[in-house]
């Protein structure tokens, strides 16, 4: 009886560290849901704007490619943010921010004024409750799991994309775009409400089940930011962050308008995209089981291999508009996206541990915030002056295939 009694204890204390990680990393998917397909919502505005207002793709497209760089540019000071502040400040200010540049973008009149809301600060607001921060916190509860957590954040964006850009398309064909943009403000800010109640303090405080497992495995190294730029592994996962982003997102801001081009009705072409997904979240998950069968290189190596068969199959679609087509560039593209970021952040995690990993993977993502800032603003300019997609598209195809040397190349990364 006694010994019955014990064991029922051990069952209750390791089955609450389990409950807790579980709302932990359902707290980071529904904030990077809401952050990411707030951001990637641009994609179904861009038309009814530039329709409004008389400006061009790319004097459009600024405004996505300065929320893109925003983000990626603060992620240093997030993650430091992060590293002394915790997850409840960073979390509290990121979502105030969010909300607050959707509501002042609903009276914006000048282009300057969507570039402060819409990109300064929606993009900050959307980093704040994005990856860095949620990096450095399941990797509290989950440790070596952390891929596998990672993965379900980062499918969080496809699930933003699922229900956002379809919805948004909904509610501008019924109230405009402004009355969107306040929609989307007002329900940011309510979310305050809940977010501050939550117990902080035991998110904070990481599974007492990993105290072993940092000891043995995540032990400080004495890892600064300096001493991480002097290393080639550093430069290795900047140089992929930076050219991946480059190569995707030269095309994601303008896939709705793409299709759209090709022939599709709007709203079929953003439930298309927005089906992107649902295909994301079998894709992080696919990759990151992968990772534990044939070895992360391979893995990174294979999700380069589809997006850049995704990209292919988006330059046929102009030529032979049809569902088939349609259906395979979202699964390949779509599922793809973002593959790759849960296994780098693993990767930069492991490689870079410590107290100050917050700071050093934030700083690795700028890569990330410059290559997706660059590559939409590209693509937009690329557009304005071939008025054609193949430019776009082919410009994607070489950065992508450029993102992926570092794999082939690099030794630290190839282990």
């Known amino acids: 009886m006694g010994q019955k009694s014990l064991l029922e204890d051990a ?165 405009g775009w402004r009355d969107t943009y306040q929609l989307f403000g007002a329900a940011a800010l309510v979310l305050l409400g809940p977010l501050l109640l939550l117990p902080w303090r035991v998110f904070s405080a990481g599974s007492p089940q990993l105290v072993t497992y940092a000891t043995t495995e995540l032990t400080d190294e004495g890892w600064t930011l300096v001493r991480a730029m002097r290393h080639h592994a550093f430069w290795a996962l900047f140089w992929t962050f930076f050219f991946t982003a480059l190569g995707m997102y030269a095309i994601a801001p303008q896939i709705v308008a793409y299709l759209i081009d090709a022939g599709f009705a709007p709203l079929q072409a953003a439930t298309a995209w927005g089906f992107s997904g649902v295909v994301l979240l079998f894709g992080m998950l696919g990759v990151s089981s992968l990772d534990g069968v044939i070895g992360r290189r391979p893995s990174v190596l294979f999700s380069y291999a589809v997006s850049i068969a995704g990209i292919l199959q988006l330059w046929l679609l102009q030529r032979y508009p049809n569902i088939f087509l349609l259906t395979g560039f979202v699964v390949c593209f779509g599922s793809m996206i973002g593959s790759r970021g849960p296994l780098l952040s693993a990767t930069a995690m492991k490689i870079f541990r410590g107290k100050r990993v917050g700071t050093i993977y934030g700083t690795i993502l700028i890569g990330s915030g410059l290559g997706s800032a660059c590559g939409s603003w590209s693509g937009g300019l690329i557009h304005d002056l071939s008025h054609s997609y193949d430019p776009v598209i082919a410009f994607s195809l070489v950065a992508v295939v450029l993102g992926m040397i570092p794999f082939l190349v690099v030794p630290a990364l190839r282990r």
Request: net charge positive; aromatic share 10%; hydrophobic share 55%.
């Open 11 to 175: 069952l209750a204390a390791s089955a609450k560290p389990a409950r807790v990680a579980l709302s932990v990393l359902a707290l980071c998917f529904v904030l990077a849901v809401l952050g990411r397909g707030l951001i990637e919502s641009f994609t179904v505005f861009l038309k009814p704007i530039s329709q409004d207002f008389g400006w061009d793709r790319a004097e459009v497209v600024s405004v996505y490619s300065l929320a893109l760089l925003a983000g990626g540019m603060s992620s240093p000071l997030i993650g430091r943010l992060f590293d002394h502040a915790g997850p409840r400040t960073t979390y509290t200010l990121g979502l105030g921010l969010l909300g607050a540049a959707f509501l002042i973008a609903a009276y914006a009149q000048k282009l300057w004024q969507f570039q402060l809301a819409l990109g300064l600060a929606a993009g900050i607001g959307a980093a704040l409750i994005g990856n860095v921060p949620s990096s450095i916190l399941l990797g509290r509860w989950f440790g070596p799991k952390l891929p596998t957590a990672m993965a379900v954040v980062y499918a969080a964006a496809g699930g933003g994309v699922l229900v956002l850009l379809p919805a948004s398309q909904i509610l501008i064909d019924h109230f």
